[in-house]
């Protein structure tokens, strides 16, 4: 027998049932029974928001899948580009469709001058480098006048194209410009990795040379970014993109929602905390702090959706060795694997199933490379955008309706107004 929920309306004893497909029950079905009454459910704890075929994520068995294929095998075999189109468009690419895939998206790169000089470098000296970047994906949308036209396939594309392939020349833009260094172009000759490497760090040297093992670990922390379901940042790009806004001011509406220091600034806060806890000799005091309430949270610890080890910390934490292999051992390492090591023995953390997330390990990566901190979201914006991207995509061909929630209005009932002298 199909399993379904039955909800009955105990004023008039009136009920519906409606079945239980894919894991959720069509709340429509209750509109005629319930009227003007609504389900109550801030932050979407209990609410799917829509269908998606995208990305598969099971908490408890701690199981990522992009299109079906585990994060594991992705990570090991394939590119942040490749992943890109397969969130994308559905499908692995078949060798031409890669190639010119990677072909259109290398011949994207560069931005209009107006957008460096004008807009980029009109920012204050200490501008952060994500708010940077959220005011330049939205003043995109000036430029590329036809990316209205949602409903042309042909153009929604070119849009997509140009929004990955731009990302990493506006991350390093901001950054460059916050440090007083001249702006480096893009280099159409090496990896997407390897060209925002170097658009980061030439300095004088007529060409840099992105290290084989640091380019492949960056490669490998932009696949394990590139999406995650109905996070913040995505459903602020749905919200956006249902309102039929260009995808530039969709996707910059998701990055401010990545800008929030819940969401994309997590990693910062582990690294913030290492320094805190100062010596491997501190752990179990500050771990003893966190239990009794009076240190905090454990920075990097816990999932609103992982019961179970984050999938995407355990090959995060492997990259990490290989990382220091090139930029020597982050001293902060020792101190974040006891931590780990006291954490996973308590019966604290176990009881309430708080492992390591992928914040934990990405931070100590991003410091070894030499990032700036106030880098660190930025960092996490450049792959999420192909994530929000397949979600636009989708949304729009699933033609869904304009995200508007109602509420429960809670404030004072009618009243007259009152003359500012007789208040
Ligand atoms: N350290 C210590 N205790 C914790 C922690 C932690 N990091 N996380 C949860 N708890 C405790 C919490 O105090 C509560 O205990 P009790 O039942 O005694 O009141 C219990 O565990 C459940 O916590 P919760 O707040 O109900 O859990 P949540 O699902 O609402 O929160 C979270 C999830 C990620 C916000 C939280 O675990 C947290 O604040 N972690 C630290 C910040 C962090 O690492 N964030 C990055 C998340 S991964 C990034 C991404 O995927 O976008």
């Known amino acids: 027998m199909a399993e379904s929920v039955t909800i009955t309306d105990n004023r008039t004893g009136v009920a519906i049932e409606s079945p239980i497909v894919n894991g959720g029950v069509d709340a429509s079905a209750w509109r005629k029974l319930l009227g003007n009454t609504w389900f109550y459910d801030p932050g979407f704890m209990q609410t799917a928001a829509t269908s998606s075929a995208i990305t598969e994520l099971d908490g408890e068995a701690g199981i990522l899948r992009y299109r079906g294929y585990p994060i594991e095998q992705l990570a090991e075999h394939s590119t942040y580009l490749e992943v890109a189109y397969l969130l994308i468009y559905g499908d692995l690419p078949d060798d031409q469709q890669y190639e010119h895939w990677v072909h259109d998206i290398t011949y994207h790169t560069f931005i209009h001058e107006n957008v460096r000089k004008r807009f980029m470098e009109g920012f204050h000296y200490d501008a952060h480098p994500m708010g940077m970047l959220v005011s330049a994906v939205a003043a995109l949308s000036t430029f590329y006048l036809e990316a209205k036209n949602i409903d042309d396939e042909e153009i ?80 602020a790009m749905r919200v956006a993109g249902s309102a039929h806004s260009d995808p530039y001011s969709s996707t910059a509406a998701a990055a401010a929602a990545l800008y929030g220091p819940r969401h994309g600034g997590a990693n910062e806060a582990v690294i913030k905390m290492l320094r805190e806890i100062g010596s491997v000799e501190n752990v179990p005091d500050y771990v003893k702090a966190v239990k009794s309430g009076q240190g905090g949270r454990l920075q990097g610890f816990g999932h609103r959706v992982y019961k179970n080890y984050d999938p995407r910390a355990t090959i995060i934490k492997k990259a990490a060795y290989d990382v220091f292999d090139v930029t020597g051992k982050n001293p902060l390492l020792d101190i974040a694997l006891k931590l780990e090591e006291v954490a ?68 004072s009932p009618v009243r007259d107004y009152v003359e500012m002298k007789d208040r």
């Open 344 to 411: 996973l023995a308590d019966d604290y953390f176990i009881s309430r199933k708080l492992y390591p997330n992928v914040d934990f390990y990405s931070g100590l990566i991003y410091q070894a490379m030499g990032f700036p901190q106030d880098m660190f979201t930025v960092l996490f914006a450049i792959p999420r955008t192909a994530g929000w991207l397949a979600h636009w995509k989708e949304l729009l061909e699933q033609d869904q309706k304009i995200a508007r929630p109602r509420q429960l209005y809670v404030g």
């Open 156 to 235: 929604r594309n070119k849009q997509i194209v140009r929004l990955i392939a731009k990302m990493p020349t506006l991350a390093a833009c901001a950054h460059r410009f916050s440090v007083g260094q001249p702006f480096v172009y893009p280099d159409n000759s090496v990896s997407f990795c390897a060209n925002f490497l170097q658009m980061m760090w030439k300095v004088a040297e007529p060409r840099f040379e992105a290290d084989p093992k640091l380019e492949r670990a960056l490669d490998v922390l932009f696949i394990l970014h590139a999406d995650h379901e109905q996070n913040c940042g995505t459903t």
